[in-house]
């Protein structure tokens, strides 16, 4: 679904962690029926729950590096880093060192003031816009996004939504967001998807994810 | 990974360093004189025998022997000497002292040649007023059918031996001159020096004694042994040698126990701060594989971050040892006769270096295993 926005919906505990954990291939699922994944269309398919039981996590890397963007909900920026260089760290990983991104996403997310300050120097909400960035800097096909916005003041998160919306929007791009706050997805024009776990047998979680488009 | 790391590796370090330094410079410059003092390696013959060349060739080719040469009778081993060049005028009685290249009493001193040159003990130098380079008289004399012969030999000093190499009037002379001399003793002519004579005895010449010196202090019970089977009469320091070996063997025993558990000690410290440096960085390293890093580039991080970690920090430790060393060597240097108490050998820094990049590099190896086997999502959660 390019282009798509979705927003999965849930107390903290209800799986959304795992669901974008398992969905940006970092969390290696128990067991699953049907994962593939296409980047950009149905012929460009890659079978996620082959790749894991081939123990082959390079594939997994490339395909994170190449496809996907990350926002947690802490920003994940690498501390001894400054801005520009935590920007540039996605893009320079597929393209190798050289050109400056940075620059660009900065003015995009109102940053550009920030660039070469450390992470510890910015407020939550500049590292917040700091994560974005950098996860649409190697210009993924899928942002995923783990509540992006819990730990920013409702004004500024309305703020950081928009632009994030804004962008994907602009740039094509599937947006993936797990939050609590129901109205603010919806306000954003999210689609809301139910996802269902199966909590008979905590050891083995199943989700069941269903989606009117 | 940050400078502290690099400091408090090198504190643990240094004080490794220092007690090895010490071990060395205790044992190998202190001790290691005694080992060589010629008076420990010497072994004398108890009595008078006949030795000859045939001997002689086979004790010299035993490895455990540093020295041999030929002794002839004491009586006729002694020559009066007269310096040539001052006033003194003094006439001093000297032994003669049989020697040549590698005399460990000589110690590195020129050894003396020929006919012409000799070395003097400190003693009759300091009575006849001479000092190397100097030119002395020798005087012999014998009785011939009656007649008293007096021949005059000029000599040449060429080296002063210390007062602890020989305590008494002595000369140290060639083999050529040491025959020549009881030849004439004997009464008999000596080509050479064209002193007149009875005609020399044909065949190979045998000796009344010797002057043996040891390999090292532990070749000297071996080599008395092997003196004493072939019914030589010897005396040797072998109780003393004993004192210095046990005294050398404690002491090393000793040390090495110390600087066995410092340097595990040190193993373990190094090797749990790189642990726990690799472990501090988890969520950093899952934030990376999330980016899409592969596992296997980035595990080599934080090892090659150690190993740089364990070369810096042995560096400042390596420097810090060079001005204690100075210290305490200057400190002491009173005490040991200017010898160094401190003291390392570039193959101990170089054992100090391998042992700090082993030790980084396992832990490092079993931190980077872990982490790359910790699935990204769990550090991820670890706000």
New interface residues.
């Given amino acids: 679904m390019p282009g798509a926005k979705l927003a999965f919906i849930g107390e903290s505990g209800s799986g959304k ?2 669901l974008l ?1 398992l969905l ?1 291939m ?3 699922p128990t067991e699953s029926d049907v994962f593939s994944f296409c980047p950009r269309s149905q012929d460009d398919n890659h079978d996620i729950v082959a790749a894991w039981q081939a123990e082959d ?2 594939l997994l ?6 496809h ?1 963007g ?1 926002v ?3 920003g ?4 001894y880093l400054t801005v520009r260089e935590n920007i540039n ?2 893009w320079r ?2 393209h190798g060192p050289g050109e400056d991104v940075a620059e660009h996403w900065a003015t995009r997310l109102r940053i550009a003031a920030q660039l070469d300050k450390r992470p510890a120097e910015l407020s939550v909400g500049q590292r917040q816009r700091v994560a974005i960035a ?1 996860a649409l800097a190697h210009n993924p096909t899928v942002l995923i996004a783990d509540e992006p916005t819990a730990a920013i003041d409702p004004l500024n998160a309305e703020r950081i939504m928009e632009l994030m919306v804004g962008l994907v929007d602009e740039l094509g791009v599937t947006l993936i967001v797990a939050s609590h706050a129901h109205q603010l997805m919806q306000r954003a024009g999210l689609s809301m998807i139910d996802h269902r776990i199966d909590a008979s047998d905590p050891k083995s979680m199943r989700v069941t994810v269903s989606y009117a488009a | 990974m940050s400078a502290c790391f690099v400091l408090s590796l090198s504190a643990v370090l240094l004080p490794l360093l220092v007690l090895f330094g010490l071990k060395f410079g205790i044992i190998g410059n202190l001790l290691e004189p005694i080992k060589q003092d010629p008076r420990y390696l010497q072994i004398l013959p108890a009595g008078s025998g006949s030795y000859g060349p045939d001997w002689f060739e086979a004790m010299s080719a035993r490895s455990d022997v540093a020295f041999i040469v030929p002794r002839t009778r004491a009586i006729a081993a002694t020559m009066r000497l007269r310096a040539q060049d001052t006033d003194t005028g003094r006439i001093i009685n000297v032994e003669l002292i049989p020697s040549a290249t590698g005399d460990p009493v000589l110690n590195g001193l020129e050894p003396p040649q020929g006919y012409e040159t000799v070395a003097l003990s400190k003693d009759a130098a300091d009575k006849l007023g001479v000092s190397a380079g100097d030119t002395l008289e020798g005087i012999l004399s014998r009785t011939l059918g009656g007649e008293q012969q007096t021949e005059l030999l000029p000599l040449t000093v060429t080296a002063v031996a210390s007062a602890a190499a020989f305590a008494r009037d002595g000369m140290f002379v060639s083999n050529d001159l040491l025959v020549a001399v009881e030849d004439f003793r004997d009464g008999r002519s000596v080509g050479a020096l064209g002193w007149s004579g009875a005609t020399a005895t044909e065949g190979p010449r045998y000796f009344a004694g010797f002057r043996l010196y040891a390999r090292s202090i532990d070749d000297v019970a071996g080599l008395r042994d092997g003196l004493m089977k072939q019914g030589i009469d010897v005396r040797s320091r072998l109780a003393d040698i004993e004192l210095v070996q046990s005294l050398d063997r404690n002491l090393s025993i000793v040390f090495w126990i110390i600087a066995g558990i410092a340097a595990v000690g040190y193993g373990l410290a190094f090797g749990s701060s790189v642990w726990a440096n690799i472990d501090r960085k988890r969520r950093d390293f899952s934030v990376l594989r999330l980016t899409g890093f592969r596992t296997r580039g980035i595990v080599w991080f934080p090892i090659l971050q150690a190993m740089l970690t364990g070369v810096l920090g042995w560096l400042v430790a390596a420097l810090a040892y060079f001005v204690v060393q100075a210290a305490l060597n200057s400190l002491f240097a009173d005490n040991v006769g200017g010898a160094s108490v401190c003291r390392l050998l570039p193959v101990h820094f170089i054992a100090s270096l391998v042992l700090t990049l082993a030790a980084a590099s396992i832990a490092a190896a079993l931190g980077g295993r872990r982490l790359a086997r910790l699935e990204p999502s769990l550090a991820l959660r670890e706000a």
């Fill in positions: 962690s795992t954990e940006a970092i969390l290696r996590v390079d890397s490339d395909l994170r590096s190449r996907i990350y947690l909900q802490y994940g920026l690498l501390p760290l996605s990983l597929l950098r």
